[in-house]
């Protein structure tokens, strides 16, 4: 299994892959914490400063600066394993306040992030090596979609962070539903969002691949909960 910092520039099979994608874009100096087991029959080779191998069954657990010392670039990461049978997830924050995680994002060329409010930060990484142009379209509760849609080049391997505030700042978020990210090839994406419901806090959510089942019950989820907040706020 390598690891990889990539700077800027029932349980399906996509539970158990071989390669992990971690799409939040973080400085190794901060706090950020990754962990990876190794669910397959076989040991996993691992390589980073130098060859180790992750066992059968065994876990691996570090924060960003211990699996990259000398990381001083903001990037992301991603593992590579040798064998498939890899489940690895991340946590984030100020580990004292707030924080949140999600587990490795699957990568699509089509997804949905289903919460946006006015502190949404979008993570969007390029896993190619090539480059790809990724179409950024922001659509209400209403599914009418609320400002033109916005494209970035990300080059191969690179990455683009941004607020949705800042991202689209003659917007009204606060009648925001949901962002679709549109791609000319696969990629990976999650959202962190700010100050939702209690502040400080974090909400991490991944991206969803628009063909997915999942997709559709998750923005009614989304729905259900503004009706709910609307109607009983804290």
């Given at each position: 299994m390598g690891l990889r910092l990539n700077r800027k520039g029932d349980e399906d099979a996509k539970s158990f892959r071989k390669n992990l994608d971690w799409p939040h874009y973080f400085c190794t100096g901060g706090h950020h914490f990754q962990a990876l087991?190794?669910?397959?029959?076989?040991?996993?080779?691992?390589?980073?400063?130098?060859?180790q191998v992750l066992p059968v069954g065994g876990r691996l657990a570090r924060l960003g600066s211990e699996f990259f010392p000398n990381g001083s670039i903001p990037g992301w990461m991603q593992a590579a394993s040798s064998v498939a049978g890899l489940q690895g997830f991340w946590l984030g924050g100020d580990f004292v306040n707030?924080?949140?995680?999600?587990e490795a994002a699957s990568a699509a060329p089509d997804q949905i992030l289903p919460l946006v409010t006015s502190q949404t930060e979008v993570n969007i990484t390029n896993i190619n090596t090539g480059s790809i142009t990724v179409s950024i379209r922001l659509f209400g509760n209403d599914g009418i979609e609320l400002a033109s849609a916005i494209t970035r080049t990300i080059a191969g391997r690179g990455a683009f962070q941004e607020q949705v505030s800042a991202l689209l700042p003659a917007v009204s978020l606060s009648q925001a539903g949901y962002i679709r990210l549109t791609s000319t090839g696969a990629f990976a994406a999650t959202s962190v969002v700010s100050g939702f419901l209690a502040s400080p806090s974090w909400a991490v959510i991944n991206g969803i691949d628009a063909s997915s089942r999942a997709t559709q019950s998750r923005t009614s989820s989304r729905k259900l909960l503004d009706q709910s907040f609307t109607k009983n706020p804290i």
């Amino acid at each position: 299994m390598g690891l990889r910092l990539n700077r800027k520039g029932d349980e399906d099979a996509k539970s158990f892959r071989k390669n992990l994608d971690w799409p939040h874009y973080f400085c190794t100096g901060g706090h950020h914490f990754q962990a990876l087991r190794n669910s397959s029959g076989n040991p996993a080779a691992l390589w980073l400063v130098s060859d180790q191998v992750l066992p059968v069954g065994g876990r691996l657990a570090r924060l960003g600066s211990e699996f990259f010392p000398n990381g001083s670039i903001p990037g992301w990461m991603q593992a590579a394993s040798s064998v498939a049978g890899l489940q690895g997830f991340w946590l984030g924050g100020d580990f004292v306040n707030y924080g949140d995680g999600a587990e490795a994002a699957s990568a699509a060329p089509d997804q949905i992030l289903p919460l946006v409010t006015s502190q949404t930060e979008v993570n969007i990484t390029n896993i190619n090596t090539g480059s790809i142009t990724v179409s950024i379209r922001l659509f209400g509760n209403d599914g009418i979609e609320l400002a033109s849609a916005i494209t970035r080049t990300i080059a191969g391997r690179g990455a683009f962070q941004e607020q949705v505030s800042a991202l689209l700042p003659a917007v009204s978020l606060s009648q925001a539903g949901y962002i679709r990210l549109t791609s000319t090839g696969a990629f990976a994406a999650t959202s962190v969002v700010s100050g939702f419901l209690a502040s400080p806090s974090w909400a991490v959510i991944n991206g969803i691949d628009a063909s997915s089942r999942a997709t559709q019950s998750r923005t009614s989820s989304r729905k259900l909960l503004d009706q709910s907040f609307t109607k009983n706020p804290i």
